[in-house]
């Protein structure tokens, strides 16, 4: 299987795996809430798959991936039997909050993405406009050949190779963050990747960032038991 808990030089990665049944959890959510997509079952049961009923927008989950393996993988074609235009893939512990927002995308605008058939040139300018809004600095890497967006705490980030553009490549925006467990979580999109389905995961990118800042910032406030008060006037304490 095809790892996605680095890159290495974003920050390091844990070992202790998320559960898996939140994700469980929100697929079934998706499914019914949206008659128009199907659920289908490989033979070997390892994988579910979500299937739209145009056949040409797919997400699939694996039940039982090994800890930093992918848990979810996205696609959408030009036709059931067409090219596949763009794609996505997440590893075992990314927010449920970001795999929702991808999938209701794919929901939002079934009729558009297969439909989308060269790179969409506002998306370096609009998906990570959530971010902007959140104060997420915004740092150019020539020497890489790609852009960078992170917050103040830099344990979070959105990365997009530029050199990608152009060509479907399958990591050409990376999305990668910290959970509660300070385990490292990525997401990977290619290139031909819309910018409404971008802006939507990183508008949830932001929404966890902050979440999990405000958790590891809330300060603790000790509730000590009352101590007893002096005795009454004329009596004398026992």
């Known amino acids: 299987m095809t790892h996605l808990n680095s890159p290495s030089d974003d920050a390091t990665s844990a070992t202790t795996p998320t559960p898996g049944a939140d994700h469980e959890r929100l697929l079934d959510a998706f499914l019914d809430d949206h008659a128009e997509w199907q659920r289908w ?10 299937v739209h009923q145009s056949m040409v927008l797919r997400a699939e989950l694996i039940h039982e991936p090994s800890a930093g393996d992918v848990r979810w993988r996205f696609a959408v074609y030009s ?26 995308s794919l929901a939002t605008h079934a009729a ?15 998906a990570p406009q959530p971010l902007a809004d959140s104060g997420w600095i915004r740092v150019a890497e020539a020497a890489r050949g790609r852009i960078r967006w992170s917050p103040a705490n830099d344990a979070f980030v959105l990365r997009h190779t530029v050199a990608d553009r152009g060509m479907d ?10 959970d509660q467990h300070h385990q ?25 960032e902050a979440l999990l800042r405000q ?7 000790a509730h000590n038991r009352p101590q007893p008060g002096p005795p009454p006037h004329g009596r004398r304490a026992r």
């Open 79 to 104: 036709s059931p039997v067409g090219a596949r235009l763009w794609h996505a893939a997440a590893c075992s512990s990314t927010p449920t909050e970001v795999i929702r927002a991808l999938l209701l």
């Open 169 to 178: 490549s399958p990591a050409a925006w990376v999305l990668s963050g910290l």
């Open 184 to 208: 490292r979580w990525t997401i990977a999109l290619s290139s031909m990747t819309p910018a409404a389905a971008l802006t939507a995961v990183s508008e949830a990118l932001a929404d966890s």
């Open 112 to 126: 558009e993405y297969p439909h989308i058939h060269h790179p969409d040139h506002d998306v370096p300018v609009e």
């Open 215 to 221: 958790r590891t910032t809330t300060p603790f406030v």
């Open 41 to 50: 079952r490989t033979w070997s049961d390892e994988t579910t798959h979500a």
